[in-house]
């Protein structure tokens, strides 16, 4: 095979980015939008000795499983992988990929796997539409100009950064396309600079858009190369025009780098956070915030994260806590909690959201998770004559790369009763259970939650238990 061949294939396999796979004569092709059971005409993009990347070409018979997309970006965006595969499908291919993580990487044994592992919790399919849609809270749009030197927002196309403009994303809410138009039209009319990522010139870099489902807060920040917007005011006073508004802010990030947001705040309208309710919790977010991105399968996430904790009193650790929302959820179980996170506003919003829920059984740390608990184990021993710090159950929710083994280690020594894991990326938490299941502990139960429909991404939560007295 070789660079421009065009061919016949039916795709017979899903990657792990939601590529299609197939073969032809033993030569195995990767091919972006495919489908597995479509038969296609595919031109290969790049010939490697045993594989090689195909573009899409023209599809020759649909697979049953393949769906029209509801966004017409679908195929160039980088965000949905996955959208022409049907609800059902997709979400088969979660409970696959988690399944298979836990086997290859973390050493569970299948049979193991048959018994605990539970169907994966999938979101309802709306009404009008065959799959999920609109459902996220949170949206970051990159801004640009186009070749006429108009202002844009959109997507970055997959794996690159030329923006493609899309203001009406079909994952997220509807409101952000007014709000999207209005900074745009904005920063025409008084010739505000998009940010230029390769000469590191102009001001708007991206626009972070947070809403609050129960609520109906809206949070706008406009993150920007420079300390001050011009003619802020009068963005400001535009944006508040719109129902709900509630926060508006600038994030100045004058750093030459991808990372989207900048450490500092500065308030032009409104109130500095939003505030949202998970079950009957309620929660105030702050710009640098993490905060789930999908309300509705948090809830479901958060109910059985506290389900495998069978938190019953005593001492409960959660570990990359956020602004406290697992922690909450636990306090509410009458444990004593201690919270863990980086980022200090989070700490902050976390330890407010305290107050504002009237919880007192709680307690947060700022600071990283592999520092803070080994620091507090040592300390621990050095104040109590010897004796060893205990928890009954820790909680991990770690960003993708999961944890450290230093903080792993601690955990082990602290010798709880169960660890509840959940993870946003399953390959990162199969080395961690591998980890884990060396030294003391047993997967018991499992199961993947689907936080983000229509993108290869799949959340999970895994219970371990402690096996050796
Ligand atoms: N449990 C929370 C947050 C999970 S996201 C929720 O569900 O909302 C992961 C969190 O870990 C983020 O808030 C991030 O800021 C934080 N984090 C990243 N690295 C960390 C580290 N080394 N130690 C502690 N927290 C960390």
Request: proline content about 4%; aromatic content about 8%.
């Amino acid at each position: 095979m070789q660079k421009n061949d065009i061919f016949e294939i039916e795709i017979t396999d899903i990657g792990v980015n939601g590529e299609g796979i197939g073969k032809v004569d033993g030569y195995t092709v990767f091919v972006k939008d495919a489908i597995i059971g479509d038969i296609i005409e595919a031109k290969l993009m790049k010939a490697k000795k045993s594989y090689g990347y195909a573009r899409l070409a023209k599809i020759l018979r649909p697979s049953p499983d393949r769906v029209a997309p509801v966004c017409p970006m679908a195929r160039k965006c980088g965000g949905c992988q996955i959208q022409e595969m049907s609800y059902e499908k997709q979400l088969e291919f979660k409970e696959k990929k988690v399944r298979g993580n836990l086997a290859r990487i973390g050493g569970v044994p299948e049979e193991l796997l048959d018994c605990i592992m539970d169907p994966i919790v999938g979101m309802e399919e709306s009404a009008a539409l065959s799959a999920p849609f609109y459902y996220r809270n949170k949206a970051q749009f990159p801004v640009g100009e186009d070749k006429e030197g108009n202002p844009i927002a959109g997507f970055y196309a997959g794996r690159t950064h030329s923006i493609i403009p899309n203001t009406s994303c079909a994952l997220g809410v509807k409101v952000n396309e007014k709000i999207l138009n209005l900074i745009l039209d904005f920063m025409r009319e008084y010739k505000i600079k998009p940010y230029n990522e390769t000469a590191h010139e102009g001001i708007v870099r991206h626009v972070l858009i947070r809403y609050g489902f129960r609520t109906k807060e809206i949070m706008v920040c406009l993150v920007v190369n420079a300390e001050q917007l011009p003619h802020s005011e009068t963005l400001a006073e535009r944006l508040a025009e719109i129902e709900g508004m509630t926060s508006i802010t600038l994030n100045v990030n004058k750093n030459r780098t991808n990372v989207i947001l900048g450490e500092e705040i500065k308030l032009i309208w409104g109130q500095e956070y939003i505030t949202d309710y998970i079950g009957d919790v309620k929660y105030q977010i702050s710009p640098l915030s993490f905060y789930q991105v999908n309300p509705v399968q948090t809830e479901k996430l958060y109910r059985l994260a506290v389900e495998y904790a069978g938190v019953d009193g005593g001492t409960v650790w959660d570990l990359y806590c956020g602004i406290g929302t697992i922690s909450l959820f636990l306090a509410k179980e009458g444990c004593r909690v201690y919270g863990v996170e980086i980022v200090p506003q989070a700490v902050e919003d976390a330890r407010n959201n305290a107050r504002i829920n009237g919880i007192e059984n709680v307690e947060f740390f700022a600071g990283k998770a592999e520092e803070v608990l080994p620091e507090y184990y040592r300390e621990y021993e050095k104040t109590h004559g010897g004796e060893k710090a205990h928890a009954d159950v820790i909680v991990v929710d770690p960003p993708r790369k999961g944890c450290e083994e230093t903080l792993l280690k601690t955990m082990v020594d602290m010798r709880p009763e169960r660890i509840v894991y959940v993870s946003c990326d399953s390959a990162t938490l199969a080395r961690d259970v591998k980890y884990l299941r060396e030294n003391g502990y047993e997967v018991v139960r499992g199961r993947a939650v689907d936080q983000f429909p229509h993108t290869v991404h799949v959340e999970c939560v895994v219970l371990m238990s402690r096996v050796e007295k």
